[in-house]
């Protein structure tokens, strides 16, 4: 597609591509546009790429090639180039869109939120409860859904970090990163965070985060790279011999 979201995901067995897409071609991209939600396969059962070349008026020397695999829109929603998709291992796919309703006036305004689709039934729900919509602060799209499918790590406002369990509250417990150590500002993370694993996670913390430093009064001398557990455990600082000139963006 000549306009697609940029966080994209392959099936876990490589064979189909999903993605979110524009309705329009021509949309400001600064504003959210209606979309949908697209499962396109890429490789047959033999595992052959099913694409063909495109045609060119012969001044671009690069090869470009269009997939010729069956397409299946499966959900409408808005769209945004920053908008986000994971596969879950049962073929469900996480994606971030916003809550609407319809008709809608020019001071409504949709949250940003993660919508979950499964492809067997074709059925969509949303699976944030609003006290985790509320900590990401718009910033959902930046999600990376665990290998078990059941975790979800979700960036909040000034780089702090808490993890979802799927069916449950996010509790203290799993705000990995909170607003006492929390850097930056009002922008996206510095850093996204990751699973690194199926249970530990990296991620960047600031100088007196209480992972670098036990006393936040002696802050340590520069922001980390660290590895977590999912309980909030450090298990090690990856950065730490990393020369400043790595970090100093950050």
């Not at 070349?53 to 769209?79: F, H, M, N, Q, R």
């Not at 469900?92 to 305004?109: E, G, N």
């Not at 979950?116 to 930046?142: K, R, V, W, Y």
């Amino acid at each position: 597609a000549p306009a697609t979201a940029i966080g994209y995901a392959f099936t876990p067995d490589s064979r189909a591509i999903a993605y979110l897409k524009p309705e329009a071609e021509s949309f400001d991209t600064q504003k959210p546009a209606l979309g949908s939600l697209v499962e396109r396969t890429v490789v047959d059962r033999n595992g052959r790429l099913l694409a063909s070349p495109a045609k060119s008026d012969g001044s671009d020397s690069a090869a470009i090639y269009v997939c010729t695999g069956a397409v299946a829109e499966l959900a409408g929603g808005l769209y945004h180039p920053w908008m986000h998709v994971s596969y879950a291992g049962d073929k469900r796919i996480f994606f971030t869109s916003a809550r609407i309703s319809l008709p809608s006036s020019r001071i409504d305004t949709g949250k940003e939120t993660i919508f979950c689709c499964d492809t067997l039934t074709g059925a969509i729900s949303e699976i944030l409860p609003q006290i985790a919509i509320d900590f990401t602060q718009g910033n959902c799209h930046l999600f990376a859904l665990s290998y078990d499918s059941q975790k979800i790590l979700l960036p909040g406002n000034k780089n702090t970090l808490g993890i979802y369990t799927l069916g449950r509250d996010l509790d203290s417990s799993k705000i990995l990163i909170d607003e006492n150590e929390s850097f930056g500002d009002d922008s996206s993370p510095k850093l996204v965070s990751q699973w690194k694993g199926r249970d530990q996670i990296s991620c960047l913390v600031a100088e007196n985060s209480h992972y670098l430093c036990p006393d936040p009064n002696t802050p340590h001398r520069r922001k980390e790279i660290v590895i977590l557990d999912t309980e909030g455990n450090l298990q090690r600082v990856l950065s730490e011999d990393w020369p400043d000139e790595l970090l100093n963006d950050y």
